[in-house]
């Protein structure tokens, strides 16, 4: 089973160069001799010689590297995993130096030594990485958890194969494994024999309260924190743990996991307005929270203040006896609290750096970071704190993901607010148990909530997820068009559109452009789109959307709005009242916490005598968002026979459609602008232009192909007639060599009675527009059998100076592969 499902580990032989081939080591062999020549017998004829070969070594080794790692982009068209590691590569790694092969010397102790020898970075990063903090707790009964208890309720012991099976299901198969080197690739595809052998061994690890000492043992690979000053580098404070855990562990605490944190959501054990690893909770629902109870503020003439906490160290501190203590008094059966405390007793961690590995280190507080079951004891082992909080500052709301915690505070004033938020601050931090080596507030920082901040943080963003495409792909090599596509929306498009659901302002039915944040950000778009389609400056954005089969990015941003507030609609939420309990909305969580914003500041106007605000009241900028892209949602657009979408990806068809028509016909409003704007990407209908049936033509097809395709259905290509257009200084005319018509791709394949190659095709299989406009549409087998062949011959044809290149070194790899 082994051999079938799992890839073998490549042999190391050292770190040669990929580029090396006969060639180079012809030319090293020339350059030599000519060397030896020359020391020999020093005379101006020898001198020359050893230029030359010096030279002709270095245009050979480029040429090798250039035809390597083009090749190496082409392959990654068929080889996923060797795409997304060169994207990761490109966004994260390329424009940073190389990793130092050994961790600098840490800085030592103030008036001591530096510490050089990998025992002493160890013992440093052991300190850092595992404390042991002190804690109070003298509020504890039975800290040894002799006596026993009732549970509130019940958690089923019974683990079946169905259980592993959705257990693993989730699990990516080819994560880096602990000691064990056993990936879950393998254990998903020994199937229903392991996986009830794997449900009988957790049932009894359940039953007698036990967990397998080898499991507990952790690899933890110590790698740089990226982005922070080469200073910090030399203390422990620049260095993460990445701790890899045996796989069978990892199934065994998944399977803990999803009880624990079932009977948490059905019981009404977590906070409401806790968001961190939970169901149908995101990033995005948290930043909805905070945004609508500041906006229903201000909308009651008020202001809102927020103060933004970092538990340091949150996860390594977690003390396990008050942990045990918290599960005790939340009612969980004893089976759980007696397994888990022994999950967390006799751990051990082992530090990999510079090579080496040190001896076992001994664990005494926090949870393991890479276990799928501590994100979901450490939010049961704060859930206290916010109840305490809650409890003595009624008029604070708190908005939480795992270890960060948000404290909003609203008034009439900043003052007030500053008030409150720091009395809720030191209460925070006279918790005697409070977790973490300290809290951090986040560097302070007066933000309106405009747009304005939120545009500039992306575009510093995208500096770096630009590289991800810029760096791998170009107009005539890389990963083919649709791999390049995939890169740009799973990658930069994802960056530019997180977080959309509470700063985009929707387009409304019919509107001719983006607006707000959108309109700015679609110029990233633009510039990804011209790299994926391979086109000039000049083509027209709409001509690269459809090219690409990508929608208008504003379009795309109702889409993802639209959808959002679709999922806040659904009875998602358990409403904590028990397991068969009636579910709640997501957006039921915040519009109660708008409604007490606004019952607060109405109750002051009434206990001051003044007439509480009757009527309606103006929409916030999220409730009007909501109602415009729920308008564009159910718009009757009556294109193509359709009335309405069924869903958001049918109306994005139908609005991107109804915009290309309109920027079309406002190009081509009189005949002589129909004539010089004549493109077949225009020509084609809208099932090839506005569906995933625009890819079709690109399939098979490298880089540079696609990128010719495009070009010549757009129109914009460097023929003279195109170059003339745009004012290239060195072309004077914009007629072929033939003098009979302007060089255009219809008039080379055509009409020229003098091209530049003969052509490879029967002279009746393409002589008229209509021929070339079937051909480049590229959907049929007999098109894309003969556009092969046009964009071969135009390559071949000496007219596009760009591709001669890479024309040469695709030819040159199909005679090797040959």
């Not at 083919?480 to 990658?491: F, P």
């Not at 985009?504 to 950000?521: E, F, I, M, N, Y």
Request: charged share 25%.
């Amino acid at each position: 089973m082994a051999e079938v499902a799992t890839p073998r580990k490549k042999a190391n032989r050292g770190h040669g160069s990929p580029w090396w081939s006969v060639e180079v080591q012809e030319a090293q062999r020339e350059a030599r001799r000519a060397e030896r020549e020359c020391k020999a017998a020093p005379s101006e004829h020898n001198k020359e010689r050893l230029n030359q070969g010096l030279r002709a070594l270095a245009a050979t080794i480029n040429k090798e590297k250039t035809k390597t790692w083009r090749t190496t982009m082409q392959k990654a068209t068929h080889k996923p995993d060797l795409l997304w590691s060169l994207e990761r590569w490109a966004r994260c790694r390329s424009f940073a130096p190389p990793d130092p092969p050994k961790l600098p010397a840490l800085t030592g102790p103030p008036g001591g030594q530096d510490l050089s020898t990998h025992e002493e970075k160890a013992e440093a990063l052991a300190r850092r990485f595992y404390p042991n903090p002190e804690a109070d707790l003298s509020d504890i009964e039975d800290p040894d958890l002799l006596e026993q208890w009732v549970p509130k309720f019940n958690i089923e012991e019974k683990v079946t194969v169905g259980d592993v099976r959705a257990v693993l299901s989730k699990i990516s198969p080819w994560k880096a494994p602990g000691e064990d080197h056993l990936p879950i690739g393998l254990l998903k595809a020994c199937g229903r024999p392991l996986f009830k052998v794997l449900a009988v061994l957790t049932e009894a690890c359940f039953r007698i309260g036990w967990f397998p000492e080898i499991f507990k043992r952790a690899k933890t690979v110590v790698l740089q924190k990226p982005g922070k000053e080469p200073s910090t580098y030399r203390t422990p404070g620049g260095y993460r743990p990445i701790a890899l855990l045996p796989t069978v562990g990892k199934v065994i605490e998944a399977l803990v996991a999803k009880r624990i944190t079932s009977a948490a959501e059905a019981y009404g054990l977590l906070p409401a307005e806790q968001m961190g690893n939970r169901e149908h909770r995101s990033t995005e629902v948290a930043i909805r929270l905070v945004v609508a109870q500041v906006q229903e503020a201000w909308r009651q003439k008020a202001t809102a203040s927020l103060l933004q906490l970092d538990i340091s160290g949150a996860f390594d501190t977690v003390n396990h006896t008050r942990l045990l203590a918290t599960l005790r008094l939340q009612g969980y059966p004893q089976w759980v609290v007696l397994w888990v405390k022994a999950w967390l007793s006799n751990r051990v961690a082992i530090l990999h750096f510079d090579g080496q590995k040190t001896e076992d280190i001994p664990v005494i507080a926090g949870v393991p970071q890479g276990s799928p079951l501590s994100p979901i004891l450490f939010i049961l082992y704060i859930a206290s704190l916010y109840q305490a909080l809650k409890t003595a500052h009624p008029l604070v709301s708190i908005v939480g993901f795992a270890d960060d915690t948000n404290l909003l505070a609203f008034g009439k004033n900043p003052e007030a607010n500053t008030q409150a938020t720091g009395k809720s601050l030191e209460d925070l931090l006279a918790v005697g148990w409070y977790p973490g080596d300290g809290v951090r507030t986040s560097k302070v920082r007066i933000n309106s909530l405009q747009q304005r901040a939120h545009q500039q943080a992306v575009e510093r963003k995208l500096k770096t997820q630009d590289f991800a495409l810029s760096r791998i792909a170009a107009k005539t090599w890389g990963p083919s068009l649709s791999r390049a596509r995939e890169v740009y929306v799973k990658c930069i498009r994802s960056a530019i559109a997180y977080g959309a659901s509470s700063f985009h302002q929707p387009t409304a039915p019919r509107a001719t452009g983006p607006k707000g944040p959108a309109k700015l950000l679609s110029k990233a778009q633009n510039r990804s789109l011209r790299i994926v389609v391979g086109a000039y400056k000049s083509a027209p954005i709409r001509c690269l959307e459809t090219e690409a089969w990508v929608p208008p990015l504003d379009l795309y941003l109702n889409k993802r709005l639209a959808d959002f507030e679709g999922r806040l609609q659904k009875q998602a939420l358990q409403s904590g009242a028990g397991p068969e309990a009636e579910r709640i909305t997501t957006g039921h969580l915040i519009t109660e916490a708008c409604n007490k914003v606004y019952r607060r500041f109405n109750k002051r106007r009434k206990t001051r005598g003044r007439r509480p605000r009757q009527g309606p009241q103006s929409p916030t900028p999220t409730e009007l968002a909501a109602s415009v892209v729920a308008q564009w949602v159910n718009y009757k657009w009556k294109i193509g026979g359709k009335d309405r979408g069924s869903n958001t990806k049918e109306v994005v068809e139908l609005a991107w459609q109804a915009r290309w028509e309109q920027q079309r016909a406002s190009q081509q409003s009189t005949t002589r602008q129909r004539v010089l704007n004549r493109r077949i990407a225009d020509e084609d209908p809208p099932a090839l232009l506005f569906t995933d049936k625009a890819l079709m033509r690109h399939e098979g097809l490298t880089k540079a192909q696609s990128s010719l395709l495009s070009q010549a259905r757009i129109g914009d290509i460097g023929l003279r007639d195109y170059l003339f257009r745009v004012k290239v200084p060195e072309v004077r005319t914009p007629y072929c060599e033939c003098g009979r018509g302007r060089e255009t791709v219809e008039h080379l394949v055509v009409w020229c009675p003098d091209p530049p190659l003969q052509r490879p095709w029967d002279g009746r299989e393409i002589r008229s527009h209509r021929d070339l406009q079937t051909v480049l549409r590229g959907v049929g087998a007999r098109s894309r059998r003969f556009v092969r062949k046009v964009l071969g011959w135009l390559m071949d044809s000496g007219r596009l100076l760009e591709y001669r290149l890479a024309r040469r070194l695709e030819l040159e790899t199909v005679d090797g592969e040959g």
